[in-house]
């Protein structure tokens, strides 16, 4: 007979089994129902290697821009502004004798001159070395991994790879099966495009073998990076007593919430020059709702006493994240360009400005993401 520990783990891996089988379903019907809905085929997106059918109409259109700043502003500030506020009446720290931090480690620098090998390899054309400057990608991010990481070690802080090594690994696989996710769902929108990948379009075991390792970096480089900002307190200080969201009926909401995800996946078939921003933020709406729906905890629970400090951490996190995929990105033989509609002006690197917005809800649906898919804890690693 299986132990009750053994049952109870046994239980909770079935349990977000069946949550992923149901996510992942929804996010691949839902936008096929937009696309029947407007006399589409949708056999046209049933393909491996996912590709979009036409690059999205890059495009200003200067009252559909101030529109779009001023919702992400109204969202953003009143955080921002509570944090500065928080800080500026947080009393300075007396001086006290404290304990000596840890060094910072061996393969911490092993990983930081990784970092600026396969920066450089990346980035300078050597010649001879085309085929590891396009594969480049993947190494880079694993060394930012471990340079993060080490960093989090020498402020004392909590390391994932250290104290919990199995969930860490699992990370890899389950991000790249996150990302083949959003290469679906843009070939409804066609926001990305790739190029100087070397494969062909229609060569779909090399482009997988190309695609699954540097995919794989996503989830570990944001939610590592996370867990050193929640090393910081300033960054998310004032936000652990903030608005409290409190539904009066909670599996209402939760139902509410999943509808509003689906439609929003069916939204961005029917009409992607509008709706294509739904991408990144209908996938956490769906992953918290089901599992708002069966009284699991999740990245959100905390808000209902005010206490958002760790969808925060995400999305700073998300943000720092992405800079550097744009920076690296920007002088990369194999790399990425951007077509937004309405908003394809004030490039930093290749991503438009506005275009970063899009990392604010990525970083939330990391974080719940790998909740899902490995059991990793949605709340920062603090010390």
């Known amino acids: 007979m299986l132990s009750t520990e053994t049952e109870s783990r046994y239980g909770g891996w079935r349990r977000h089994g069946l949550q992923t089988l149901a996510i992942v379903a929804l996010m691949v019907v839902a936008p096929l129902v937009g696309v029947l809905i407007v006399n589409g085929d949708p056999g046209d997106y049933l393909r491996f290697p996912p590709r979009p059918i036409e690059p999205a109409p890059g495009s200003f259109v200067p009252l559909a821009f101030a529109l779009y700043a001023i919702l992400i502003l109204a969202t953003l500030l009143p955080f921002v502004i509570r944090v500065l506020r ?23 620098w092993l990983s930081l001159i990784a970092l600026g090998v396969f920066w450089v390899i990346a980035w300078v054309p050597i010649p001879g070395l085309e085929t590891v400057r396009r594969l480049s990608f993947t190494p880079l991010w694993v060394a930012y991994v471990g340079v993060i990481s080490a960093w989090i070690q020498r402020r004392g802080g909590r390391v994932l790879v250290i104290e919990q090594p199995r969930r860490f690994l699992a990370l890899f696989p389950a991000s790249a099966l996150f990302w083949y996710l959003f290469e679906y769902l843009n070939q409804f929108t066609g926001n990305w495009i790739y190029t100087g990948t070397g494969v062909a379009e229609n060569d779909a075991l090399n482009w997988f073998l190309r695609s699954a390792l540097p995919f794989s970096t996503v989830l570990p480089a944001v939610l590592v990076t996370r867990d050193l900002f929640a090393t910081w307190p300033g960054l998310s200080r004032g936000l652990d007593q903030f608005l409290q ?46 599992q708002g729906a069966v009284g699991e ?25 992405g800079f550097c995929w744009e920076l690296w990105n920007i002088f990369s033989l194999a790399r990425w360009t951007y077509h937004i509609p309405n ?3 004030l490039h930093v690197f290749e991503m438009p400005l506005l275009g970063y917005a899009g990392y604010l809800p990525f970083g939330l649906t990391c974080v719940v993401a790998a909740q899902l898919l490995t059991g990793t804890d949605p709340r920062a690693r603090t010390a």
């Open 343 to 345: 908003a394809q002006i």
């Open 86 to 108: 928080a800080n500026a009446h947080h009393p300075s720290a007396a001086p006290a004798s404290v304990s000596p931090r840890p060094a910072f480690p061996r393969w911490g």
């Open 245 to 290: 969201l409190r539904p009066s009926r909670p599996e209402r909401t939760a139902k509410a919430v999943l509808i509003a995800g689906a439609l929003g996946l069916v939204a961005i078939a029917i009409r992607p020059d509008a709706f294509y921003a739904l991408v990144w933020v209908a996938p956490p709406l769906l992953i918290v709702a089901i």
């Open 297 to 321: 905890r999740h990245l959100f629970s905390g808000v209902a006493g005010g206490n958002w400090r760790d969808p925060w951490l995400a999305v700073l996190a998300a943000l720092f994240c």
